[in-house]
């Protein structure tokens, strides 16, 4: 049996990797991806360009504006001193923000104790305005503080102290470069295996492989081992560049990361098999992969949070591999979480694994076409 | 001798007349291959349909009913006025908690994603001119909810101290009265600003699995060859291919922008024929890309290969859909103007939200019509009439 599955296996292999292009295809570019979307994938702003309305020109209102030059989420790309310009800046997207102080601000602060500001922001990108207005609030609220301090107003009664868990400075980085490992990982299973089975029937070499003594369940081995294979060897490196490269901290045990890899690697390697064995053309399995990729990834928060879906959506990302390995990943580089509080979401990635194959292993003999 | 002449003069429209005829035969016959395998037909529609359903519901970064563990060591009227902020506030989903362990083991497991932390003495220190300190600790595994997060508990501490100074019976004063005004999408919903993102990445991916294994079905098939051996010339064969799959991709443009107007309520405040011209354009480039994948590799498993890794997480992830381009590096922004899927983002996002604003719309026009012509050209280059 084993010597069976080993010749498969050697098959499977060269069937992948003889071709010089396809061996470029599954090893260079996830690498590459990985360096390229570590940097690109960050919800941190910086640098963000705004432009200046002084009327007031005076040095309180000067103060306020150095507080936002000095800030490095912050760059000054104009100054300007009319309202028509404001338009043309936001719309061309060459600012994202315009900062209006009127011309009465400086006599209002002093005089009545609050003076008025204005900031006008491009809400094209919701995400990032709302980010870009959270800057903004903690400069002004800073403003505030010191003012108050300076004119002896009483401070607030309650005050808050505020820290952040497993990620003290709120680096998007260490969210997001975990969360690459999986997405790499599940795009280079589903490369390996979505189209392998679909090749064989579309040339039509599956029926021969049927008629050989090979039994199911060990064609199924056999074609389900490269993508095994290739998965935890790429897996183990893109863990080595998010680690040692992006610096991101692997708080947790690595027996328990290689745990949830192995029963994500199950359910993946089996949603390809079964794409592939569903159909009977390369056109079907790639659009078949895509189907089970896109909302793989959507669905698994890898990006936006679970919690921000509709409760059926929520429902849906259950049956999803993908939102199980995030939550290991994360758990286990971040917050160094133990193996026994991830068992649940070891076992349902195993469950859809062997479902999955197993239906896969069915459809070699029963699929008609 | 009349009748060479007679040849001469026929033979202009005849040749012409061939070739419409030639390739409105290559079009038929693409057209009942599509039919043949209605796979084509289910990327054009249903792929749409189903992702655009998935996405639009799916994809939010707005935050509401966080859970947050209330730790209150020592309850008094104080500490329930202020915890009273956070009951009726729609953002947190608090609960209450008598000891800090068991908070920090909620935190731990993501049961809640922040605690607020009211320690014994906080009555006593609240009299005190120095204030009370309230403690708030979040999870930053996911940095930009907890950044998010934090923004809510000072909105929440922020509207406790006006009520009580209202109260005492005084005006919280802040100096700066902060106006802040958004344009464009002044509810900040992300929606608003996903839905036109999400167009331009569901058509990149329509685009590259509509043509990317097309010509290699025809090489792996020996059915290149015959058409070799055929009058048609290559370019023919080019526009043959492109012009059912254009026409199917075009429609499920339309079906987005109809499903994005009416389901998703996105403002289209722009031209629609902009819009069209914007598309085609892409559409162009898209389809330009994947028989270019298809003419290089002459091989459908390594042209599907290379349309998975080229095509989604890029586009996902470089074109400006979800993340910043300006806040990612000089060296990955120069990557980010490599994609057509980049330019689609923007352009639809002005369109869709801020309306005609040109010095938006034509470079990134100009960029995807250069795609365009770049991914064709380069196409027709590299399909020769040869055998290797």
Known sequence: MWQRIHALTIKEFLALLKDKRSRMVVFIPPIIQLLVFGYAATFDLNRIPFAVYDEDRSLTSRDLIARFAGSPNFHRVASISNDSEVNPLIDSKRALMVLHIGRRFSRQLLEAGAGPVQIIVDGRNSNTAAILLGYANTIFAAFNTDWQRQAGEATPSVRLETRAWFNPNLVSRWFIVPGIVGLLTLVVTTLVTALSVAREREQGTFDQLLVTPLRPVELLIGKALPGFIIGFAEATVIILIATLWFGVPLRGGLLTLYVGLFCFLLSTVGMGLMISSLSVTQQQGLLGAFLFLVPSIILSGFATPIANMPYWVQKLTLLNPMSYFLVILRGVFLQGTPFHLLINQFWPMAVIGVVNLTLASLLFRHRLY | ?388
Request: charged share 15%.
């Open chain 2, 1 to 388: 001798m009349p009748p060479e002449e007679s040849t001469n003069v026929s033979s202009a429209p005849s040749a012409a007349h061939a070739r419409r005829r030639r390739l409105s035969g290559l079009i038929r016959k693409e057209f009942i291959q599509i039919l043949r395998d209605p796979s084509s037909i289910a990327i054009a529609f249903l792929l749409p349909v189903v992702l655009l359903l998935i996405f639009g519901y799916g994809v939010s970064l707005d935050a509401e009913h966080v859970p947050v563990a209330v730790v209150v060591e020592e309850p008094s009227a104080d500490t329930a006025s202020l915890v009273s902020g956070f009951q009726g506030s729609r953002y947190f989903e608090p609960m209450m908690l008598r000891d800090v362990e068991s908070a920090e083991k909620a935190l731990m497991s993501r049961q809640v994603l922040a605690i607020i932390h009211l320690r014994a003495n906080f009555s006593r220190q609240f009299r005190q001119p120095n204030g009370a300190p309230v403690q708030v600790i979040v999870n930053g595994t996911d940095s930009n909810t907890g950044r998010l997060v934090l923004g809510y508990v000072q909105g929440v501490w922020r509207n406790w101290l006006e009520r009580q100074a209202i109260a005492r019976g005084q005006a919280l004063v802040m100096p700066l009265e902060v106006q802040q005004r958004v344009w464009f999408n002044s509810r900040l919903s992300s929606r608003d600003f996903l839905v036109p993102g999400l167009i331009a990445i569901i058509m990149t991916l329509i685009g590259a699995l509509l043509t990317a294994l097309v010509m290699a079905r025809e090489w792996e098939r020996g059915t290149m060859e015959a058409l070799m051996v055929t009058p048609v010339t290559m370019s023919e064969v080019l526009v043959g291919k492109l012009v059912p799959y254009f026409i199917l991709g075009l429609g499920g443009m339309a079906l987005s922008v109809v499903m994005g107007i009416w389901l998703f309520g996105v403002p289209l405040r722009g031209s629609v024929w902009l819009l069209l011209i914007g598309a085609s354009l892409f559409l162009l480039a898209a389809l330009g890309m994947g028989l270019l994948i298809s003419t290089i590799t002459k091989n459908q498993f390594v042209a599907g290969q290379v349309a998975i890794i080229t095509t989604f997480l890029p586009a996902f992830i470089l074109s400006g859909f979800i993340f910043d381009i300006a806040s990612m590096p000089p060296i990955v922004q120069g990557i980010t103007h490599l994609l057509p899927a980049r330019y689609f983002v923007a352009l639809l996002q002005t369109l869709f939200l801020a309306g005609n604003v040109w010095s938006v719309i034509l470079p990134n026009a100009l960029a995807l019509a250069a795609f365009a012509a770049f991914f064709l050209g380069a196409s027709r280059r590299k399909l020769r009439k040869r055998l290797e």
